[in-house]
C-alpha cells in the first residue's frame, strides 16, 4: 500500500524552526519527486518546494526562499522540510507529495498539485507567540 506520512509540526513561536518529515513506504522514494505543498485555512493549496529524482534540483516559492530547505533521504525513503525563521503567515497544514516522470518535466510545474501522484496527510504547523 502506497503511503506517506508527514510528521514535525506543531505550534512554534516566531522566529522558530520545525524540521517535517515523510516517509514513504509501499514504494521507493528513489524515482519520484517530492514536494511539499500547504494550505492556510481559507485559501487554496500551494507549492512550497520540490526536490526532484535523479539530479537533485530543487525549486522553492519565492515567499520561503533562504528560510526553507528541501532535502532527501533516499536510503531512508524519507524526504524533509527545514523551515526556519517562521512568520505567522507559515501557518497552514503541510503536505507532502511525490511526483513520477521525468526531472526535467519539473522545471515549469513543480507546484502543480496535478504534477503528483501520491499525498500525505498533512502535518499542522502553527506559528503563535
Known amino acids: 500500500q502506497v503511503q506517506l506520512v508527514e510528521s514535525g509540526g506543531g505550534l512554534v513561536q516566531p522566529g522558530g524552526s520545525l524540521r517535517l518529515s515523510c516517509a514513504a513506504s509501499g514504494f521507493s522514494m528513489d524515482y519520484y519527486a517530492i514536494g511539499w505543498f500547504r494550505q492556510a485555512p481559507g485559501k487554496e493549496r500551494e507549492g512550497v518546494s520540490c526536490?526532484?529524482?535523479?539530479?537533485?534540483?530543487?525549486y522553492y516559492a519565492d515567499s520561503v526562499k533562504g528560510r526553507f530547505t528541501i532535502s532527501r533521504d533516499n536510503a531512508k525513503n524519507t524526504a524533509y522540510l527545514q523551515i526556519n525563521s517562521l512568520k505567522p503567515e507559515d501557518t497552514a497544514v503541510y503536505y507532502c507529495a511525490a511526483g513520477g516522470g521525468y526531472s526535467g518535466s519539473y522545471y515549469y510545474t513543480w507546484d502543480r498539485i496535478r504534477k503528483y501522484d501520491y499525498w500525505g496527510q498533512g502535518t499542522q504547523v502553527t506559528v503563535s507567540s
Open positions: 526536490i526532484t529524482s535523479s539530479d537533485g534540483r530543487t
